[in-house]
């Protein structure tokens, strides 16, 4: 059967290409394709609503998954870049910190580099708990800076951590010393205003001005203790609200430390054992 259908394929092409354009298989081949013609045009136009939605599907499903590679790029991306900036960021810290080290009074004390890694859940961070701690020689009431000035001090410590009261806890006060007018006084919180800084106790507070960086004194005394060494920054003085008279001025202080994003402090432990005895 194979055979004689393919012989009568072989004559029949061989006869339709030998005859001229009038033949008659040339003639039933269009007489066929008159027929069937209208027949495949309305199938088509009946099918090409079920093409389009299948094409519809098959560019739907490409497109998500590009989407889903794009967002996935996009994320690492991302994730990438946060890293970098963080990285960044600590090594700006870092380096800042090593520039302060530098100054008179800090050559005196044995330096901790320290990571935060929690700040205290209320939004002014009136705390923070670093890696370190009694292992590294930390211990309470020791001094803590960054590379803008001075952040706070020990408040508890144990082996492997420690927690930092900042210098806007309403606990927290120190004697300060303006950089220009060299005016002394004591540096607390102002109290119903968190972040706030005043300086307090100023016996020539006419003489203070707008901009004045006030650091911290360095010195020990009955009135105005200071535990830190000298020289450190603690804030410029933004506003001086004038009061009936000299001791009612109120010196509000902006901390020099932004207290809001600090990733890299350092605690200034107790003077090495060669620097205790000269």
Same mark, same amino acid.
């Given at each position: 059967?194979?055979?004689?259908?393919?012989?009568?394929?072989?004559?029949?092409?061989?006869?339709?290409?030998?005859?001229?354009?009038? $033949?008659?298989?040339?003639?039933?081949?269009? =007489?066929?394709? &008159?027929?069937?013609?209208?027949?495949?045009? !309305?199938?088509?136009? /009946?099918?090409?609503?079920?093409?389009?939605?299948?094409g519809w599907f098959g560019?739907?499903?490409?497109?998500?998954?590009?989407?889903?590679?794009?967002?996935?790029?996009?994320?690492?991306?991302?994730?990438?870049?946060?890293?970098?900036?963080?990285?960044?960021?600590?090594?700006?810290?870092?380096?800042?910190?090593?520039?302060?080290?530098?100054?008179?009074?800090?050559?005196?004390?044995?330096?901790?580099?320290?990571?935060?890694?929690?700040?205290?859940?209320?939004?002014?961070?009136?705390?923070?708990?670093?890696?370190?701690?009694?292992?590294?020689?930390?211990?309470? $009431?020791?001094?803590?800076?960054?590379?803008? =000035?001075?952040? &706070?001090k020990i408040e508890t410590?144990?082996? !492997?951590?420690?927690? /930092?009261?900042?210098?806007?806890?309403?606990?927290?006060?120190?004697?300060?010393?303006?950089?220009?007018?060299?005016?002394?006084?004591?540096?607390?919180?102002?109290?119903?205003?968190?972040?706030?800084?005043?300086?307090?106790?100023?016996?020539?507070?006419?003489?203070?001005?707008?901009?004045?960086?006030?650091?911290?004194?360095?010195?020990?005394?009955?009135?105005?203790?200071?535990?830190?060494?000298?020289?450190?920054?603690?804030?410029?003085?933004?506003?001086?609200?004038?009061?009936?008279?000299?001791?009612?001025?109120?010196?509000?202080?902006?901390?020099?430390?932004?207290?809001?994003?600090?990733?890299?402090?350092?605690?200034?432990?107790?003077?090495?054992?060669?620097?205790?005895?000269?």
């Open positions: 059967m194979l055979a004689l259908l393919v012989t009568a394929s072989l004559i029949l092409l061989t006869a339709y290409y030998g005859e001229s354009q009038n $033949g008659r298989l040339h003639s039933a081949q269009r =007489g066929a394709l &008159g027929a069937l013609s209208p027949i495949q045009e !309305g199938a088509s136009r /009946v099918l090409k609503p079920f093409r389009d939605l299948f560019d739907t499903i490409d497109a998500k998954d590009q989407r889903d590679k794009a967002e996935a790029a996009r994320g690492k991306l991302l994730v990438e870049n946060t890293e970098l900036r963080n990285r960044l960021r600590m090594a700006e810290q870092q380096g800042k910190l090593n520039g302060i080290d530098t100054q008179g009074g800090m050559s005196q004390y044995g330096p901790v580099d320290a990571r935060v890694y929690l700040h205290s859940p209320n939004s002014w961070y009136q705390s923070l708990q670093i890696n370190k701690g009694t292992n590294d020689g930390v211990k309470v $009431g020791d001094p803590v800076i960054n590379g803008a =000035g001075l952040v &706070g410590a144990w082996g !492997g951590g420690a927690v /930092v009261t900042l210098i806007t806890d309403p606990e927290f006060a120190t004697g300060g010393i303006t950089g220009t007018s060299q005016e002394p006084g004591s540096v607390v919180p102002a109290v119903g205003a968190p972040g706030d800084l005043l300086f307090k106790f100023v016996d020539n507070a006419n003489k203070v001005r707008k901009g004045e960086i006030v650091y911290t004194a360095g010195t020990i005394s009955s009135r105005l203790e200071s535990r830190y060494p000298p020289a450190i920054p603690i804030g410029i003085i933004d506003r001086i609200d004038i009061g009936d008279g000299e001791l009612d001025k109120r010196i509000h202080i902006t901390p020099t430390a932004d207290l809001t994003r600090v990733d890299m402090v350092q605690v200034l432990t107790e003077p090495h054992a060669d620097l205790q005895s000269k």
